[in-house]
């Protein structure tokens, strides 16, 4: 059989090269100045994500997404679905303040306060915890199965899986009211909806913090991507000092760099910073703590890697106030003032009018009915009482009881008939305005058009 052309053989070598076996990391634990703020953010983030659910306010769970009900709570305020432009103005937020933060610093997010970092981070501690350090884990899995590597594998699993779980449970809590939620649990009488986000949520984060882990990041998350468009050369980021550095490990040469790959081993992504920038590197600032230990025990300055710009190393000035920044930052400050303001001076009264289809208009005891039906809802924690009136027409009232009163947080559906005296009203379509007024001093009032139709 003869032998395929060369040109064949060729495409085959290359497809083959495509596709890379993945390589298991091992990261290495370190110690310094940006790990412990690293840790600081883990603690900070955790306590509020784990304690938020169990906040009490007025009697009610102080940050909780009702959707059932179709209420969002935070603290003090209740927001409904009509406030759905508080949403878009807390995406709109979150979207320039990372614009903003990646153009002056780079991916502050990813390396901080990320939830893949900061799971990540918390499930390779208990790794480290029950299998020992990088040299004693590559060891652990190198060898065949025993019952000392069966028992470590499964005990770390079993820890991972208690972390997972519980952050699934916590995650549902602010959904569904979580003392209601522990209770059903210990009942076994959790709803399908409630068991499935539960072991979704908790899975996701098993998968993702313990197995995939610096795939999420390469492979998966779109930031990696795109980032390059936001940095420029006064961006700060993780460099290394190739003049300072170079050449490395060799005697009898200037370069400080010896070699040790301390950088890489601690790396969670597993690169070598020395190679330049890398849409891998999530700016942990790990390879920064461990070349500074390098550095201390060389008796070397630190600082071969850390923080700086393209224009720092080329020994140009670095400009903090650029355009793009600016203007970030200038868009920012406006959403959140106009987002602020909304705040303040937004009514705890909303108002719908919708007019009975049944009954267009009709004449009874010698006076034109128009009947409509007034969703009102108070959206404060106290109950309400308010009075009903309309305006826009001469002798135009409320028939019957003209006030009412709605619970807490709650929306009530009010029936309400306005007449007016059949000798004064010609045929038309007249516009009204429905009054609602908050009873009592400093009451808020407000004003909901509609129409009035007299045959």
Known sequence: MSAPPRNVAAVADVEASLYEVHKKIYPRAVRGWFAAWRWTLVWATQLVFYGGPWLAWNGRQAVLFDIAHRKFYLFGLVFWPQDIIYLAVLLIVSALSLFLFTALAGRLWCGYACPQTVYTEIFLWIERKIEGDRNARMRLDQKGLTGRKFFLKSAKHAVWLSVALWTGFTFVGYFTPIKELFSEIQSFTLGPWESFWVLFYGFATYGNAGWMREQVCK???????????????????????????????????????????????????????????????????????????????????????????????????????????????????????????????????????????????????????????????????????????????????????????VPAATTRMVPVRLRIDAAQARPGTYPIEFVVAELGAGGVTVREKSVFIVR
Request: glycine share 10%; hydrophobic share 40%.
């Open 219 to 405: 492979y998966m998350c779109p930031y990696a991507r795109f980032q390059s468009a936001m940095f420029d050369k006064d961006t700060l980021i993780i460099t290394y000092d190739k003049a300072r550095g170079e050449p490395r490990g060799k005697k009898g040469v200037a370069g400080d760099c010896v070699d040790c790959g301390i950088c890489v081993q601690v790396c969670p992504t597993g690169i070598d910073i020395r190679n330049g920038l890398q849409y891998e590197c999530i700016g942990c600032a790990a390879c920064i703590d461990g070349c500074d230990q390098v550095m201390d025990k060389v008796g070397k300055p630190r600082k071969l890697i850390r923080y700086s710009t393209t224009h720092a190393l080329e020994g140009r000035p670095t400009k903090v106030l650029r355009p793009r920044v600016l203007v970030y930052a200038g868009i920012l400050g406006a959403v959140l003032a106009a987002a602020g303001t909304a705040l303040a001076l937004r009514v705890p009264l909303k108002v719908d009018v919708i007019r009975d289809r049944a009954a267009i208009a009709r004449e009874v005891e010698g006076e034109i009915e128009n009947v409509y039906r007034l969703q009102i809802m108070n959206t404060t924690e106290r109950a309400r009482a308010y009075d009903i009136s309309a305006e826009g027409l001469p002798g135009l009232h409320v028939w019957g009881e003209g006030t009412t009163g």
